[in-house]
């Protein structure tokens, strides 16, 4: 395990436990987000999103976080492992409920000056609302991962339905 894609709903452990796997390995960690949220959550341009997720994907070693489609075939073309959070959806919802109330409160920085504001959990809208994403795209990620995990035979694939899952994986 060098090249690792972590995958999964947004709010499921991805980017924390990214993190400790790119430590742990001694390899660059990459979260997607901090590249396609430019400053006032403007989207970066697809075109360059690719250039540099592609030039990123081409080291020797890396953790990349996220699950933008625009992308997935660089990483997947590089990757040797993906590990998918597929935590039940009351635990993520719950989990993208605490972390953006902390966020809002502390008015925690994300990536490029962006921060997650407390009106946003009021919002319906799955486009305004991490909350309301988690929650609607759940089954989303669940299926297509399942189905990845089946096809890419290329690819180790590493499920993790709990946390004591995530546990196991780092020791």
Same mark, same amino acid.
Not at 14 to 27: H, N, W
Not at 84 to 101: A, E, K, M, N, S
């Given at each position: 395990? &060098?090249?690792? $894609?972590?995958?999964?709903?947004?709010? $499921?452990?991805?980017?924390?436990?990214?993190?400790?796997?790119?430590?742990? !390995?001694?390899?660059?960690?990459?979260?997607?987000?901090? +590249?396609?949220?430019?400053?006032?959550?403007?989207? +970066?341009?697809?075109?360059?999103?690719?250039?540099?997720?592609?030039? =990123?994907?081409?080291?020797?070693?890396?953790? +990349?976080?996220?699950?933008?489609?625009?992308?997935?075939?660089?990483?997947?073309? &590089?990757?040797?492992?993906?590990?998918?959070?597929?935590?039940?959806?009351?635990?993520?919802? &719950?989990?993208?409920?605490?972390?953006?109330?902390? /966020?809002?409160?502390?008015?925690?920085? =994300?990536?490029?000056?962006?921060?997650?504001?407390?009106?946003? =959990?009021?919002? !319906?809208?799955?486009?305004? $609302?991490?909350?309301?994403?988690?929650?609607? /795209?759940?089954?989303?990620?669940?299926?297509?991962?399942?189905?990845?995990?089946?096809?890419?035979?290329? =690819?180790?694939?590493?499920?993790?339905? $709990?946390?004591?899952?995530?546990? &196991?994986? !780092?020791?």
């Amino acid at each position: 395990m &060098r090249r690792v $894609s972590v995958v999964g709903n947004s709010g $499921s452990g991805k980017t924390t436990l990214g993190r400790a796997v790119a430590a742990r !390995l001694g390899v660059p960690f990459v979260e997607l987000d901090a +590249i396609y949220h430019q400053p006032g959550w403007t989207p +970066i341009g697809v075109e360059e999103f690719r250039r540099t997720v592609a030039e =990123l994907a081409g080291g020797d070693g890396w953790v +990349i976080d996220g699950n933008y489609g625009a992308v997935r075939d660089l990483v997947w073309a &590089r990757a040797d492992t993906v590990v998918w959070f597929d935590l039940p959806r009351r635990t993520v919802v &719950r989990q993208v409920l605490w972390r953006t109330v902390r /966020r809002g409160v502390t008015r925690q920085e =994300l990536w490029n000056g962006n921060r997650e504001h407390l009106t946003s =959990l009021l919002r !319906l809208d799955p486009q305004r $609302s991490l909350l309301r994403w988690a929650w609607t /795209r759940h089954k989303d990620y669940h299926d297509r991962y399942t189905r990845a995990a089946a096809e890419r035979g290329d =690819l180790d694939f590493i499920r993790i339905g $709990s946390h004591r899952d995530a546990a &196991r994986l !780092l020791a």
